[in-house]
């Protein structure tokens, strides 16, 4: 990476943060506490990987969602792209500086809304800590991989669609993957072409991992390796769509 690339994902990771965006992680901190210290009589021991999994559900999309809003759209309108490309930063570049500048922003957000009250948890519980750390850094391997999925969709989504919408877009397009997975599952099992596509064009590959390292069923290396040729479907979409888009029409 050079000096002019690392500069521009420091700016990106910079523009993110407004008085808005720094107010949000207390917010988010009040609900990770919540979710880490709510009482219930049925609990007998305090597990750590049933607690971050809570946690984790929560923040990392609605994170994603929040600082992805508009993310490549918001820049065109606001001739923040076509400054950035008049200086010689080519799309591809652009693209993977606010990828990773989102993806950064997302996980200060999850580490101190979400890892703080965990270690407050473990900390303050009176209750017996089960605690087994394969579990716990392979929940954060998987949900690191779940965001980097959603800031790709979103990405994909904001090079066609203005504002907001990318995010009510990736609502309605979840809603839709939940139904065709389930179709796909039940009458179309038998169909290698049906199953391949479901799982590009629906990833499931990251959450049934989890869903096995929550179970301890198996090392989950398939569903790993199909969410990880998701991600680079979308990323790939991702990249193409933001050297299709129009950029010289300026602010609206």
């Known amino acids: 990476m050079t000096p ?10 910079r523009r993110q943060w407004t ?8 917010l988010f901190l009040i609900v990770g506490s919540f979710i880490v210290f709510i009482p219930s009589p049925y609990i007998r021991e305090f597990n750590v990987g049933e607690k971050l999994f809570g946690l984790m559900s929560f923040l990392v999309p609605v994170a994603s969602a929040f600082f992805c809003v508009g993310l490549v759209h918001n820049d065109v309108k606001d001739g923040w792209l076509r400054t950035l490309l008049v200086r010689a930063i080519r799309r591809e570049e652009y693209l993977l500086a606010r990828s990773l500048s989102m993806l950064a922003s997302v996980w200060a957000t999850v580490t101190f809304a979400g890892t703080l009250p965990l270690l407050a948890g ?18 954060y391997g998987l949900f690191l991989g779940i965001s980097l ?11 066609w669609l203005p504002g907001v919408v990318n995010v009510v877009a990736l609502m309605a397009w979840w ?29 499931n590959g990251f959450f049934d991992a989890v869903d096995a390292v929550r179970n301890n069923t198996h090392a989950p290396y398939i569903e790993v390796l199909w969410g990880t040729a998701s991600l ?7 990249f193409w769509s933001v050297n299709r ?8």
């Open 4 to 13: 002019a690339f690392l500069k521009l994902c420091w700016i990106e990771f």
């Open 19 to 26: 008085t808005t965006a720094f107010v949000t992680p207390l």
């Open 122 to 139: 473990v900390i303050f519980t009176k209750l017996p800590v089960n605690f087994q750390p394969g579990e716990v850094l392979a929940l």
């Open 149 to 159: 999925l959603y800031i790709s969709i979103l990405s994909f989504f904001s090079c």
């Open 175 to 203: 809603f839709i993957a939940t139904a065709g997975h389930a179709y796909t599952t039940f009458f179309l099992w038998d169909s290698p072409w049906a199953v391949f596509a479901d799982q590009f064009l629906f990833p």
């Open 232 to 238: 680079a479907f979308f990323w790939s979409l991702s």
């Open 245 to 252: 888009i129009q950029v010289d029409k300026g602010s609206e």
